[in-house]
């Protein structure tokens, strides 16, 4: 009886051993730090399986010139830093409006440059602005008439940029050589061409006598000017 007692008590004793061992087994499903995906350290991972491990952060550098972002790699923000984004922001250029020279402004695929007309029938750069929204502004200019609408010599005079021209029909009773020549129009340019070209057209060349020569255009003839009048060869 007394050795049935013994073998009794040793057989709990070996029973209360073994569920002690099975009540401290670890849980599987999380390691010691609690990371919930385990396996890979967080500087290991790609940005998809960053985002979804709760333990690692996606290091991400924001463009400083537009709405980009990028993915800089993958840390534990418990023990690392965020990797640096040294070299990834975009530097900012200077707005369109800033520009001051054509040729720059035309060299920006992001800018447009802007004309204005001038009195010469062309135009002038005027500005730089934005492609995606142009802007131009063209200030009042108060042109001067042209040559041809100046009706007398008095005011064909006053413009430095024309000269007048004459005729001499020869007609009048006056002796003194070229008192015949009469104003006959305003021309372009503040000097007449007095060295003949090489006429194409069909035209008599004009009688000049006395202070007056004959003027030309690029193939014909112009008419009579004043010798004082004329361009220097």
Known sequence: ???????????????????????????GGSDARGHDGGGAACHD???????????????????????GSTFTGCYDPASETPP????????CQPPCTSVTDEAS?????????????????????????????????????????????????????TRPDCHPVFVDNRSCACAALGCCAKFSRCADGATAVCKAPSIVCDAL????EGPYVVSYTNSCYEGCVLSTDCAAN
């Open 45 to 67: 991972l790609d940005e998809a399986a960053c985002r979804a491990r709760t333990d690692c952060t996606a290091g991400i550098c924001y463009a400083i010139c537009g709405n």
């Open 105 to 157: 402004c035309k060299a920006r695929p992001d800018c447009t440059p802007s004309y204005c007309p001038n009195c010469g029938g062309g135009s002038y750069y005027s500005g730089c602005s934005s492609a995606d929204n142009p802007t131009n502004t063209c200030p009042a200019i108060a042109c001067p008439l042209p040559c041809s609408q100046m009706m007398t010599q008095e005011t064909c005079d």
């Open 205 to 208: 060349t004009p009688y000049c």
């Open 84 to 91: 640096p984004c040294a070299g990834l922001a975009i530097p």
């Open 1 to 27: 009886m007394r050795i049935e007692r013994i073998a009794l008590g040793f057989g709990l004793a070996l029973a209360a051993s073994a569920c002690g061992s099975i009540l401290q087994a670890p849980d």
